[in-house]
């Protein structure tokens, strides 16, 4: 089975410092990818996602994700965090099977928190 | 921009009622999910639907929970006798295809309190 593991349940970063949300993922077949991103009292957003295209994915706000294989990663960064970037941020893998709607398999979620 | 609307935002039931959670899913979408997240947990999959049948669905999903598309636009869970462990946060999402990396759509959930 497909998982996703993400690193840190908080990060804290100051106001125009790098963002970097780790994820890891376990999986036997080449993987879809996706960031999540989810406000106060909203629903998930899709920030990005991998789909073997390219390595380096860039989203919405800045953000941008780069599959390494070697290191079954899809850390998410931002160069440069703003105050509005404070959220929860999902790593989700695809389970794709040609049979079935692809389900969503979801990390536990980091909290972003960005200081003055 | 089209997206995934949910009603209530807000649903209190006491144990053993029958609920009812309503999505209206993006208008050319073809594949429906439910996800739920309890609070403090992460995101999980309870169930996929198509073509007006159950794709699959996780062994959360027993006989206490329902699925439907009772008209053209609407996508309803149905949980027949609520349990305290109910209370979550449920998503509906919706894709336009099923494919692995077809983007998945949330609405902004429903959350479910079970007294």
């Known amino acids: 089975a497909q998982s996703v593991t993400q690193l840190g349940s908080h990060v804290s970063v100051s106001e125009g410092a790098l963002v970097l949300l780790r994820c890891n993922y376990s999986?036997?077949?080449?993987?879809?990818l996706f960031w999540y991103v989810q406000y106060p009292n909203q629903g998930l957003q899709l920030l990005l996602k991998y789909t073997s295209a390219a390595t380096l994915v860039k989203g919405i706000n800045g953000f941008e994700a780069e599959f390494k294989k070697s290191e079954t990663s899809f850390h998410l960064t931002k160069p440069s965090a703003h105050m509005s970037d404070a959220a929860e941020y999902f790593c989700?893998?695809?389970?794709?099977?040609?049979?079935?709607?692809?389900?969503?398999?979801f990390g536990t979620g980091t909290r972003l928190q960005v200081t003055l | 921009e089209p997206e995934v609307t949910q009603t209530p935002s807000h649903q209190v039931t006491q144990m053993g009622q029958e609920v009812i959670l309503r999505c209206v899913p993006i208008?050319?979408?073809?594949?429906f999910y439910w996800y739920r997240q309890i609070l403090g947990q992460k995101v999980e999959f309870l169930v996929s639907?198509?073509?007006?049948?159950?794709?699959?669905k996780s062994e959360i999903f027993d006989d206490q929970f329902s699925v439907e598309r009772p008209d053209g636009s609407n996508f309803t869970l149905k949980i027949r006798s609520t349990k305290l462990e109910d209370s979550a946060m449920y998503f509906c999402a919706s894709s336009e295809d099923k494919g692995g990396m077809d983007t998945q759509y949330f609405g902004p959930g429903t959350r479910l309190t079970v007294l």
């Open positions: 989700a893998v695809s389970d794709y099977d040609a049979g079935t709607a692809s389900k969503l398999t």
């Open positions: 639907f198509y073509n007006n049948e159950i794709s699959e």
């Open positions: 999986s036997s077949v080449p993987p879809y």
């Open positions: 208008s050319n979408h073809l594949y």
